[in-house]
């Protein structure tokens, strides 16, 4: 029996079914864009911890400063006793996103957390209760997280959700269109937004929306820049607080620092994790000192967040993303990755759309060219046939079957290539090209 095989066996005997798995891979070991599994056996990476090592496994000044930092202080509890790092870090950040005229910076140990204390934050900033959302939406898997998450396959019987909370219909094209020019598209969807907060809740009760502006589980749909910027005025005129999810966006993963900056808008609250830590458990809220500050003593904090040794990988992540400019390295994958889907896409009839941001580019899987019809089971097969072939991918969309790209943003040339070729010749098998 192969040592995968072991260990596969040994998972399913220990941990519990609720726990999800993406791919069949096991992995002991990685480097830039290359892992390994137990069996030694080499793939390349096209999902970097879900879009979390857009500076690549292990990056030598990272690994470097948590080892330095480990051997000086792992933990103290920022509550308990304030330390450097955390403060640089809180810094740093503020200097890369200014909301407004002052900034302010609070660490968390996670995605979700940063969305929980976000929400904290507009309700304690505005004394309103209601939060808005999108469908498609992923913001991560605590029970308020959950509630803001569209996709019901992560939800199920784990109810009932926080209340508070509305959802509106994330502005899709490709999906509902209904043959109107973007123009009228986005018209309508800002229409329907006034429309909800006369219907549904009164602008008054809401604290504020949560976006992504390129959904990440929801499949890398792209929200319509003149939507989000029409969103963001009527928002301000409302007093409702505009909070940017950039989990999955952030940190050159769009050829941007941050999403919002392909949108002309500076949000007033923003949520960061993942790729900011290049795996260390961290992440962070950001705001306008006015909002950050208006919370009270003590209804913000924890044990963990803002971790020495995290916040010690966090900067070291970001120096080195500067160094080597991540952003135009998310740039030209991205480029690659699109070009290389659209010219499948004329080969192949299941592929319905191509789309993305920067490096954040999919493909969607459909029967029939039908954007209403969508072929998970192709997609599954994709994913194992790409394993057994030497790539890691995996896939998003509330229908599972868009085939997604989060791959290291220091990928070679070469390897990026060689990852492509893998999928066209699996997709072009499968679909009996
Ligand atoms: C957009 C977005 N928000 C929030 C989260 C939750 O982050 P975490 O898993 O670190 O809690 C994720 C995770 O995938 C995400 O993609």
């Known amino acids: 029996m192969k040592k995968s095989e072991t260990l596969l066996a040994r998972r399913n005997a220990i941990v519990p079914n609720g726990m999800g ?89 996670s995605g979700v957390e940063a969305v929980e204390n976000a929400v904290k934050i507009a ?84 604290a504020a929306i949560i976006i992504e502006l390129v959904q990440g589980e929801g499949g890398f749909v792209v929200a319509p820049k003149e939507y989000i910027k029409g969103l963001r005025t009527i928002c301000k005129a409302k007093g409702i607080l505009f909070i940017v999810d950039e989990v999955q966006t952030g940190f050159g993963r769009t050829g941007k620092w941050a999403a919002y900056q392909h ?7 923003s949520v960061w994790a993942k790729s900011m830590g290049s795996g260390m458990p961290i992440g962070a809220v950001i705001g306008r000192s006015e909002i950050m500050d208006k919370t009270t003593k003590g209804t913000l904090g924890g044990t963990y967040l803002g971790n020495p040794v995290a916040c010690a990988a966090s900067i070291a992540t970001l120096d080195y993303m500067k160094q080597i400019d991540i952003n135009k390295k998310g740039e030209q994958v991205g480029k690659v990755v699109m070009d290389f889907f659209l ?22 899987l459909v029967k029939d060219k039908d954007p209403n019809q969508p072929d998970a089971d192709l997609c599954k097969a994709l994913i194992h046939a790409c394993a057994s072939k030497g790539l890691l991918i995996i896939s ?28 066209r010749k699996a997709l072009l098998r499968l679909t009996g090209k």
């Open 21 to 109: 798995m993406f791919s069949p891979l096991t992995i002991s070991s990685g480097k830039g864009a290359r892992i390994n599994d137990v069996d030694g056996k080499e793939y390349i990476d096209f999902a970097g911890g879900i879009g979390v090592l857009n500076a690549g496994h292990c990056p030598k000044p990272v690994v470097d400063a948590i080892v330095k930092q480990s051997r000086q202080l792992i933990h103290a509890c920022f509550p308990v006793a304030i330390y450097e790092p955390y403060v640089a870090l809180c810094e740093k950040l503020a200097q890369l996103f200014p909301h407004g005229r002052k900034t302010k910076v609070m660490l968390t140990n």
């Open 123 to 206: 309700r304690q900033a505005t004394g309103r209760q209601g939060i808005i959302c999108f469908t498609g939406g992923f913001h991560g898997r605590t029970l308020l997280g959950m509630t803001l998450t569209s996709k019901t396959g992560y939800k199920i019987g784990s109810g009932p959700f926080a209340p508070e909370v509305y959802r509106l219909p994330f502005p899709d094209y490709y999906k509902h269109n209904d043959g109107l020019s973007m123009k009228a598209f986005v018209k309508r969807e800002l229409e329907a937004f006034e429309n909800y907060l006369h219907t549904m809740t009164d602008a008054s009760n809401v």
């Open 263 to 269: 949108y002309d808008i500076v949000p007033d609250i």
């Open 343 to 364: 010219s499948l896409q004329k080969q192949c009839d299941s592929i319905g759309d191509v789309r993305g941001l920067g490096a954040m580019v999919a493909f969607e």
């Open 396 to 423: 998003a969309g509330t229908s599972g079957n868009v085939i997604r790209v989060l791959s290291p943003l220091i990928i070679t040339r070469q390897q990026l290539m060689k990852g492509l070729n893998i999928l």
